[in-house]
């Protein structure tokens, strides 16, 4: 049995493959045929930290596969009165198909996997968001563009971040990460990183200049300077953010048919000019909308190797 909690767990065929899914699953549905793949199965779905897309997405994409999804917030059931995360998998998982966590430390997550009877999909974590990655990459391959562009990362050295090196390196991509000093990626994933990155021939930089980073590449994304859990160091980061607002300016210096990608909420004028994201604007909510059809190619997938 295989859980998705991370890109690093899968090689560069079997992400591949799962994109495939994702590409066939999203043709079927726009021609108006069923995909009954995961008919009467119950996905349920953990919430710790509260989304609109993960939520609608996973929802919905259970439906639209022959199944039902569950919400539970951790105020639900008993994670929110201190039950250990492995009891809560022995539990649940003998009456579930497949389980979604969306949570904090990434160790809690794999605790889970760890006891779970069924499928686990990592919907967000401290550390990695790998169902964001799968849908970025779908909608990189909609756009002409797959494992030869030059992707550009600028911000701070988040899950997203983390999670881009392990799909860049695992692919063999080019991928640029400008981050301010201070907020750098974790080192523990960064070597890790590197080493599937000499495998496959990717190629990572690190800089903490967004100008160098951006140069001439064909996809730049980013993220929101305060993740959830850290408006307190709003402000903070403003500051230490001063020169990383993706604008008209900077993207300037990439390709002239470079693409902007943003995982969203966005924090117009941040991260991201007003101008520069209502410019991307259609290829971001297709992006948002692929976290739909990405997600459920993931969980086709991992069906199929339920027994393997």
């Known amino acids: 049995m295989r859980h998705f909690l991370s890109l690093k767990d899968f090689t560069k065929s079997e992400i591949l493959e799962m994109i495939d899914y994702a590409v066939e699953l999203k043709k079927e549905l726009k021609e108006g045929r069923e995909t009954?793949?995961?008919?009467?199965q119950s996905l349920g779905m953990i919430f710790e930290k509260s989304s609109t897309r993960t939520r609608v997405s996973f929802e919905v994409g259970m439906y639209q596969l022959g199944?039902?999804?569950l919400f539970l917030s951790s105020r639900d059931i008993q994670l929110g009165r201190g039950e250990l995360m492995k009891d809560t998998s022995r539990v649940i998982t003998r009456m579930l198909d497949m389980v979604m966590i969306r949570t904090f430390e990434h160790e809690k997550l794999e605790e889970f996997a760890k006891y779970s009877?069924?499928?686990?999909?990592?919907?967000?974590?401290?550390d990695y968001h790998p169902v964001q990655l799968m849908a970025d990459y779908l909608t990189m391959i909609e756009n002409g563009l797959d494992t030869?562009?030059?992707?550009?990362?600028?911000?701070?050295?988040n899950n997203m971040t983390h999670s881009w090196m392990m799909l860049a390196a695992k692919l063999g991509m080019e991928l640029r990460i400008a981050t301010p000093k201070?907020?750098?990626?974790?080192?523990?994933?960064?070597?890790?990183?590197?080493?599937?990155?000499?495998?496959?021939?990717?190629?990572?930089?690190?800089?903490?200049d967004p100008e160098v980073?951006?140069?001439?590449?064909?996809?730049?994304t980013t993220d929101v300077w305060a993740s959830m859990g850290q408006e307190?160091?709003?402000?903070?980061r403003e500051k230490d953010f001063a020169g990383y607002?993706?604008?008209s300016k900077m993207m300037a210096l990439a390709d002239p048919e470079c693409k902007l990608l943003h995982c969203l909420p966005v924090h117009r004028d941040e991260e991201v000019s007003e101008e520069v994201f209502e410019k991307n604007a259609d290829i971001i909510f297709a992006e948002s909308e692929n976290r739909l059809h990405a997600q459920k190619g993931v969980m086709a997938w991992l069906d199929k190797h339920r027994n393997s």
């Open 213 to 220: 980073a951006i140069k001439d590449v064909d996809i730049v």
């Open 182 to 208: 201070g907020y750098e990626v974790k080192e523990h994933i960064k070597a890790l990183a590197e080493t599937f990155a000499k495998e496959s021939g990717a190629k990572l930089i690190y800089t903490n």
């Open 36 to 40: 009954p793949l995961l008919k009467n």
């Open 117 to 126: 009877n069924v499928p686990v999909i990592n919907g967000l974590t401290e």
């Open 67 to 69: 199944g039902q999804a």
């Open 148 to 157: 030869n562009a030059k992707v550009a990362y600028i911000g701070d050295g």
């Open 245 to 247: 607002t993706i604008d």
């Open 232 to 236: 307190e160091e709003q402000k903070q």
